[in-house]
């Protein structure tokens, strides 16, 4: 690691009171927007988050993040969330212009579609619907009108024609899929605008740490006010699949029995849900492709991954096209059983 980043990462932990470090900072793997480090102090060990600079100059971005934390420490008294740790009351460190956040180290590591068992899915669903079913208030947390979903597709295809990106060709032929998409899960937006709770928003594989058959909820900088329909039908998209990306029936009932056990699910607009469904994605591509062509990224390492992700996104909806109509059978089914 070069010694700048550890001579930083030595005065963030030296601000939260933390000691001197131990040894050399390593890199965590894993993180798609911000940048983790494992840092070892004659105190313990944490895990330093390094936000994004160019996510940190949107406007609110600062606000929301504090927030974000606000909701994550008060749900880490009924589900296990892992919360940043606070100092004079703050969440987010600044420092030479930059922001910082620090864990306390969390042992455990992520499982992905090969490895998630039923039981995986029965933790993951009961610990959801105790979230949703907790409806906690923060203060400060506004549930009012929130912006609508509006990407210029057409000025992305444009630039991109300019930049020849690799992944130019997927997306010029998904362009008019892109623009159905974005419709449909803007009307479903509206229709579901109702009922919210706050939540995690981003409880998918990567963001929940196994200790053995222990879960430990991470990563909450997307928590927020969700519909809680779309949140589950998010989060059994991400779990209740095999390895090649296909429905399973025993992980979907483990996941949404679990879920009911907290929260039944009565009255639901299913279609309308699973038309929300495709906004997570959306919302997460149009980031991705202004990362790629260098328009919101602080790195050349950001804009690769950005490249990365775009692919991986794009072939995400398309799956997620195939699954829809089979999980709105399921879903009806298994709410009227």
């Known amino acids: 690691m070069e010694k700048s980043i550890a001579d930083l990462l030595q005065k963030v932990l030296q601000e939260m009171d933390f000691g001197a470090l131990q040894e050399p900072p390593r890199r965590v793997d894993g993180g798609l927007m911000h940048t983790m480090y494992a840092a070892v102090t004659e105190r313990g060990k944490y895990a330093v988050k390094a936000l994004n600079p160019a996510v940190m100059k949107r406007e609110k971005a600062l606000e929301n993040t504090i927030l974000s934390e606000k909701i994550a420490r008060e749900l880490s008294t009924t589900v296990p969330a892992v919360p940043a740790i606070c100092k004079d009351g703050e969440a987010v460190l600044a420092l030479n212009g930059c922001y910082y956040m620090v864990f306390p180290w969390q042992s455990g590591k992520s499982v992905f579609a090969k490895k998630i068992t039923p039981l995986h899915c029965e933790r993951i669903g009961g610990i959801l619907g105790t979230i949703h079913h907790a409806n906690v208030q923060i203060d400060g947390a506004a549930c009012g009108e929130t912006e609508v979903f509006d990407p210029d597709w057409g000025a992305v295809l444009q630039l991109a024609r300019q930049e020849k990106p690799s992944w130019l060709r997927l997306f010029t032929a998904r362009y008019d899929k892109i623009g159905g998409w974005t419709q449909r899960y803007v009307a479903a937006a509206e229709k579901l605008s109702g009922e919210k709770v706050l939540s995690h928003r981003d409880l998918d594989p990567k963001n929940v740490l196994w200790n053995g058959m222990e ?30 990306g296909r429905l399973d029936r025993e992980k979907f009932r483990a996941l949404l029995a679990a879920y009911q056990m907290n929260r039944p699910l009565l009255h639901t607009d299913w279609p309308a849900v699973l038309d929300s469904g495709y906004g997570g994605m959306l919302e997460w591509l149009l980031y991705n492709m202004k990362r790629s ?23 995400a909806l398309d799956a997620y096209e195939r699954k829809a109509a089979l999980l709105r059978e399921w879903l009806r089914e298994a709410c009227n059983a």
């Open 215 to 244: 879960p430990f909820l991470i990563d909450w900088e997307a928590a927020g006010y969700v519909n809680p329909e779309r949140e589950l039908t998010e989060v059994v998209n991400d779990w209740a699949c095999n390895q090649r």
């Open 293 to 315: 062509l260098g328009i919101e990224c602080s790195s050349p390492e950001e804009r690769r991954l950005g490249t990365a992700q775009v692919r991986g996104t794009l072939h």
